[in-house]
Nanobody, 122 residues
Framework: VQLVESGGGLVQAGGSLRLSCAAS????????IGWFRQAPGKEREGVLC????????YYPNSEKGRFTISSDNAKNTVFLQMNNLKPEDTGVYYC????????????????WGQGTQVTVSS
């Protein structure tokens, strides 16, 4: 399993970014793919997750309306669209994968990418 994130960068508050997670080495359609972030000095937290077998998106907390997750199954890629970014969205964003037919195992993702840095300036 290999996951490679891209699309991070520096953006002003109120701006947008689209992160990509390119997956390889596994059957994409059998997995849940989650996005996580880790802010400086804080624990890693779940952002959004999509379960491919179910075609359902899961939200661990809030961020509904600002962040959306989508996939291009032909390219084995999952995207995280982030709009109206705030300085508190700053952090390293990771994607993770776990084989599961239902739901998103927020505490049980076994495969992780290296992360991409997102910095939102005020």
């Amino acid at each position: 399993v290999q996951l490679v994130e891209s699309g991070g960068g520096l953006v002003q508050a109120g701006g947008s970014l689209r992160l990509s997670c390119a997956a390889s080495g596994f059957t994409f359609d059998d997995y849940a793919i989650g996005w996580f972030r880790q802010a400086p000095g804080k624990e890693r937290e779940g952002v959004l997750c999509i379960n491919m077998p179910e075609h359902i998106t899961y939200y661990p907390n809030s961020e509904k309306g600002r962040f959306t997750i989508s996939s291009d199954n032909a390219k084995n890629t999952v995207f995280l669209q982030m709009n109206n970014l705030k300085p508190e969205d700053t952090g390293v964003y990771y994607c993770a994968a776990e084989k599961t037919r239902w739901g998103c195992p927020w505490m049980g993702f076994a495969s992780w990418g290296q992360g991409t840095q997102v910095t939102v300036s005020s």
